[in-house]
C-alpha cells in the first residue's frame, strides 16, 4: 500500500490496497494513520460487498444510527443511502448542502465519516472539506485564548443559514430536538491536535448574549471556509472516501435529481462515534 498526499491543501490518498482481500491489522493501522494526519483520505478502487463494507466500516468506531429511517438500509442499518432519484421528496434533497460536522445535534457526535460510491454522475456531486485544525493553528495567540473556554451550543436545525445556504433556520426545533453542548476547540481523541467545532448546528455559546454569539458563529463559519482552508472530493464508482469530523467540517455541493444515465449517484455513507479498537488498545 502506498499513501500518497491529494493535490490540494491537505488529504491522503491509499494506493494498492484491496479492502475485499485485507483489513488486516497492519493495512487498517496505516489507513488510520493516514487519516489522522491528512484529515481526509481517500481509497479508490474498491469492490466490496455490503458485509465487508459494514466490517471495514466497524474498524472506525460504532457505526451510529442515522435519524432519517428511509435513508438506511433494511439489511444493513449502519450505511446510509445517499441517492438522486428523481421521486427524491423536496424535504430530503440537498440537506447535506452547508457546513457541519456530522451529528453534532447529539451528545456524542460521529468522529468519522466514509462514503462508498456505487454510481456517480458525470457532472456535479463534489464534497467540499474544510480544515477545522489548519484554521485554529492560523488564529493569533489572543484569539486562540478567547476561543479555548467556550462551551458551544448545537440544535438540528438551530442555526441561521450564510448566504446561498439552504438549511431552513427554525427557532422552534431548537426546543423540539434539544440543545446539546459541545466545546468549540475540540481535542482530538486520538492525537489531542485541537480544531474548531462551528458546525452547521452551532448556533451560540453558553453564557454569551444571543446576537453576540450568533456573530461570532458567522466570523467562525467565514474564517474556517477561507479558500486556503478548503478542497474538494468528487466520490467516484469504487471510491471510498473518509473524513475526520474532529478535524473539518464538510459540505454537500448542488446536485440534479435525476434517474437518467450519467446523472444517478449512489453513495453509501457509515458514520461512526467513538475512536477505532486499534487506538484504544495502543492507549
Ligand atoms: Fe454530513
Known amino acids: 500500500m502506498i499513501i500518497r498526499p491529494m493535490d490540494g491543501p491537505f488529504g491522503a490518498v491509499a494506493e494498492d490496497v484491496d479492502l475485499a482481500a485485507d483489513q488486516s491489522e497492519a493495512t487498517m493501522r496505516a489507513l488510520i494513520a493516514a487519516l489522522h494526519e491528512h484529515q481526509i483520505l481517500a481509497i479508490p478502487g474498491q469492490s466490496l460487498s455490503n458485509d465487508l463494507y459494514v466490517a471495514f466500516g466497524r474498524h472506525w468506531g460504532t457505526p451510529l444510527n442515522f435519524f432519517i429511517d428511509s435513508h ?9 443511502r445517499i441517492a438522486n432519484a428523481a421521486a427524491t421528496p423536496e424535504r430530503y434533497r440537498d440537506g447535506a448542502m452547508h457546513w457541519h460536522s456530522d451529528s453534532s445535534y447529539e451528545e456524542v457526535p460521529a468522529s468519522v465519516t466514509m462514503l462508498y460510491g456505487v454510481e456517480a454522475p ?110 474538494s472530493y468528487k466520490v467516484g464508482v469504487g471510491d471510498i472516501f473518509l473524513w475526520d469530523n474532529f478535524q473539518v467540517l464538510h459540505s454537500a455541493t448542488p446536485i440534479d435529481y435525476s434517474d437518467e444515465p450519467g446523472k ?20
Request: proline letters at 8%; a neutral charge; hydrophobic letters at 35%.
Open 72 to 80: 438506511r438500509r433494511d439489511d444493513h442499518p449502519e450505511m446510509i
Open 122 to 231: 458525470e457532472q456535479g456531486g463534489e464534497t467540499l472539506i474544510a480544515s477545522t485544525v489548519q484554521a485554529y493553528d492560523a488564529l493569533d495567540e489572543a484569539m486562540k485564548a478567547r476561543l479555548d473556554g467556550l462551551t458551544g451550543l448545537h440544535c438540528l436545525g438551530g442555526s441561521p443559514p450564510l448566504p446561498g445556504e439552504k438549511i431552513p433556520f427554525n427557532p422552534e426545533s431548537t426546543a423540539a430536538n434539544g440543545i446539546r453542548k459541545h466545546p468549540l476547540v475540540m481535542r482530538h481523541p486520538v492525537t489531542g491536535r485541537r480544531a474548531l467545532f462551528p458546525s452547521g448546528t452551532l448556533f451560540g455559546f453558553e453564557g454569551m448574549d444571543r446576537d453576540e454569539g450568533r456573530e461570532l458563529v458567522a466570523q467562525l463559519r467565514a474564517h474556517v471556509t477561507r479558500p486556503e482552508f478548503v478542497t
Open 264 to 283: 444517478r449517484r449512489l453513495l453509501y455513507r457509515i458514520s461512526t462515534k467513538g475512536i477505532p479498537a486499534l487506538c484504544e488498545a495502543a492507549a
